[in-house]
């Protein structure tokens, strides 16, 4: 076996130059690094790195090829209460690795040891990091470069989406080839959206917890290699690899026209708490890739065990860099940041972090659309509306105050509007624009459409926690019987709610974000967190889908698409050219009307010639239009009305109803 050489302090990982391979690691804190090399039998070779640059630990390998598996084994002293865990015993990922060889099961080997260190070794429990070599003939691929105003985003599961999708071929069902099959292409057209966005396609791990109960991370939110592929997506078909897949998957969703987001998860690790595996970055380094407590305990600031320390200066460039393969390699067009606040904590949350400076100066991430769950649970970690330019944000604001506005009718009619005009009042600061707020009925993680307006309260048995997990204040409502077998009243009362539900998320300002089976009516059962449920609670119904209902999605994201004032992407400013609030007669609001309690009643006129009229009570309201001849173009399921000038306008409870002048 040759020696290692020299090598170069950059990029991070395995790079393969067609002669060989550099490797590049971080670590502040060891003492020796050596570069473990897996022959086919798991015969292993141990090859000190020879050089260190700063923190980075690099060395090259002449004559290494593609497909080489490879390890890491830090060596240091091992001391918790500085928060020191070197454990030379331990077998290590490379955090840059490109795939990886094996899952990770459930072994107290693993563990690099609490109060002193663990003696036994770990080698053969531990996936392989893999080097490889990136080829794909992308065919001119060019980004649909969406712009913000006329985004159109769709939240899915790479498995759950097509799973039992009967017209996808049974070999590709729930896997990558799935997502730019041309069912798929065909369905997202006419459906009218512009963006996939992917719940995490990283390597991923199952915690020990859930394999104890034998349930898995269905969600993938506990990643185990931030710059590997999940292979449990891929069919195989064709015998091509996971990530040939996926590629082919997004360069036909980009001729489509359809951008490409996928969920990243930089603030905690499969690594858990330190009862966990020892597998990667706690053994490389853990005082500097997490954030400890002086004690040297880990500050469990996401509620995961342990948290991400994104400050280093070769952190922060290896946060880059981990975002940037993506994009260069899979022609993502942008992320969405699970538990976004860690990428400003310092450990305070700061706007202008080094970590939210560099992005923001990337010359590559710069251009990608960026979204954040703007929270995580530590101290001051709730921070909607103060992530910087060019961040766009979730809103729960908007999600749960237009809940309460049409099943609880307990929202003042100007916290709606506010909500309406894209939550100016949290938004509108620092050169954001509108897009900034990112508006959700639902996601992932909640209740979907169907059991919003079906459960009053969870029914999560199933996930093993005896229902104490997910969330107690949904602001759902079951319309007075709870479950889905109900009267034909009460299921005319949730159609009425979830039609008013998908109007204000498409006609509202902002970016629209819907949940993959909202369209259709998908039901969890009354699961609100549904992250170990790998299974027909999940995965999509689509032969039972609500196909009236999947019309009304399409022909309202549509109509969205026709409305200047929705799709400009600047603020509102109260001139006729931009939006005029009415009351129930037609005229200006005043600063009385505004204040007026228990108004469930208003017009909403946008560009001028498009008229919005909402009646959130249940009853039916006549209302006085504006001048002029106005035509009922929805809802879509009556036959358009034209509405002469001077007549009434009888607006049926629970609606919000669309005009545009004749």
């Known amino acids: ?110 563990c690099g040891g609490v109060k002193v260190a663990d003696p036994r070794d770990s080698a053969d429990l531990v996936p392989k990091s893999v080097v490889t070599h990136d080829h794909f003939d992308w065919q001119d691929d060019a980004a649909p470069a969406v712009p913000w105003g006329e985004t159109v985003i769709y939240e899915a599961h790479v498995r759950g989406l097509t799973q039992l999708h009967p017209d996808i071929p049974e070999a590709l069902r729930g896997t990558y080839a799935a997502l730019g099959h041309p069912v798929m292409l065909d369905y997202f057209k006419r459906l009218g959206i512009t963006a996939l966005e992917l719940l995490p396609v990283q390597h991923h791990a199952d915690e020990p917890r859930l394999q ?14 931030p710059c590997a ?18 590629k082919t998957a997004i360069r036909a969703l980009h001729q489509a026209g359809i951008e490409v987001l996928i969920d990243v998860v930089f603030n905690h690790t499969a690594e858990l708490d330190v009862e966990g595996p020892t597998v990667s970055l706690r053994g490389l380094d853990n005082r500097s890739w997490y954030w400890l407590n002086d004690d040297g305990s880990d500050n469990n600031l996401t509620g995961c065990g342990n948290a991400m320390r994104l400050v280093d200066d070769e952190v922060v460039a290896w946060t880059l860099e981990s975002l940037r393969y993506w994009v260069e390699s899979f022609h993502v067009d942008g992320f969405r940041f699970d ?22 100066a990337d010359p590559v991430l710069g251009h990608c659309k960026l979204i954040a769950e703007p929270w995580d649970i ?131 300002q902002g970016t629209p974000m819907l949940l993959a089976g909202d369209e259709f009516g998908h039901s ?39 409305i200047p004032a929705l799709t400009q992407n600047s603020w509102w400013q109260g001139m006729p050219e931009d939006v005029q609030w009415l009351d129930g007669a037609g005229q200006p609001m005043t600063t009385t009307s505004w204040e007026q309690s228990g108004q469930q009643c208003l017009q909403i006129r946008l ?46 409870a629970k609606t919000l109803c669309v005009m545009t002048q004749g």
């Not at 592929?229 to 996926?246: C, D, I, K, R, T």
């Not at 509007?417 to 894209?422: G, V, W």
């Not at 949290?426 to 169907?450: C, Y």
């Not at 249940?618 to 106005?630: I, Y």
């Open 378 to 508: 530590g101290p001051d970690g709730y921070q909607v509306g103060n992530f910087p330019a060019p961040f766009a944000e979730w809103s729960d604001h908007w999600r749960d105050d237009i809940r309460r506005f049409w099943l609880y009718g307990t929202l003042p009619i100007g916290d709606f509007a506010t909500r309406f005009a894209a939550s100016a009042d949290i938004f509108d600061h620092d050169g954001r624009l509108p897009s900034a707020a990112v508006n959700m009925l639902t996601a992932h993680d909640g209740f979907n459409l169907r059991d919003l307006v079906s459960f009053n309260d969870k029914h999560n048995q199933a996930n093993g926690e005896d229902n104490r997990d997910g969330h107690d204040n949904n602001y759902s409502q079951n319309h007075g019987q709870e479950g889905l077998e109900v009267s034909e009243e009460v299921a005319k009362q949730r159609r009425l709610s979830q039609r008013a539900l998908l109007a204000t998320l498409f006609l509202s």
């Open 212 to 225: 104890h109960m034998g349930l898995s991370n269905y969600w993938g939110y506990n990643v185990l290699a």
């Open 607 to 652: 560009s001028d010639r498009w008229l919005l009229v909402v009646n959130s009570s249940l009853n039916d309201v006549e209302m006085a239009l504006p001048e002029g001849r106005w035509l009922c173009v929805a809802p879509f399921d009556n036959e358009q009305q034209n509405v002469r000038e001077g007549s009434p306008w009888r607006a049926t």
């Open 1 to 110: 076996m040759a020696s290692l050489q020299p090598g170069k302090p950059a990029p991070f990982g395995a790079s393969f130059d067609g002669d060989g391979v550099n490797f590049c690691v971080f670590s502040s804190g060891a003492e020796k690094i050596e570069l473990c090399l897996f022959d086919e039998k798991g015969a292993e070779a141990r090859l000190p790195l020879p050089s260190r640059t700063g923190n980075l630990w690099h060395g090259y390998l002449p004559g290494a090829q593609v497909g080489l598996r490879y390890g890491f084994r830090a060596h240091g002293p091992f001391d918790p209460a500085k928060g020191l865990r070197f454990n030379a015993q331990k077998l290590l990922l490379d955090p840059s690795a490109h795939a990886l060889e094996g899952g990770l099961g459930d072994d107290s080997r693993l």
């Open 524 to 562: 969890q059962q009354g699961n609100n967190n549904a992250y170990c449920q790998n299974n027909a609670l999940t995965w999509l119904n689509w032969r039972d889908g609500d196909k009236g209902l999947t019309e009304y999605v399409s022909a309202l994201i549509s109509l969205r698409k026709k």
């Open 339 to 360: 538990l976004g606040t860690m990428l400003g904590r310092t450990p305070k949350f700061h706007a202008d972090s080094a970590l939210f400076k560099a992005i923001k």
């Open 229 to 246: 592929l999940e292979p449990s997506y891929a069919s195989g078909v064709n015998g091509v690899s996971a990530a040939h897949e996926f």
